[in-house]
């Protein structure tokens, strides 16, 4: 065993949940804040709030990806994301974009209350001479 590892002792510290205020006892190395700790202890949590909390921050990683993904600019990646955020407002029902020179987006929630973007590329064979 190398001189140069250091072992750390596993620590229990205990967070809340921030939801339901349940004490969670979590396994540590190293201090934690208790910001951290209560943070920890929300994730570890399954009361109703705290799993839809959950819900709700992987439906927006997973928007911010696909967003990401497809829009390359930053202004537009941007744009798009305050799109949804006004629509989850209820600010707005839709919205509908038309990207120079044949892309329209079209970003709605449904009565489900999902989040959809739609992008439709429009190929017209016209030709002016």
Sequence with gaps: MSDNVEITE?????GTCLYCGQERHIQTIGELSPAELD???TDMCLCIDAV???RKK???EKIKEFVKK???TPEMC??????IEL???KCFEEFQIKQYPDKVVKIWIDNDDFLHIRIKKT???ELKA
């Design 52 to 54: 839809n909390a959950k």
């Design 58 to 60: 992987a439906r927006e």
């Design 10 to 14: 596993k620590k229990e510290q205990i």
């Design 70 to 72: 497809k829009f390359i």
């Design 78 to 83: 941007d744009y798009i994301h305050l799109s």
């Design 87 to 89: 629509l989850n407002d």
């Design 39 to 41: 943070a920890m202890a």
């Design 123 to 125: 190929e017209d064979d």
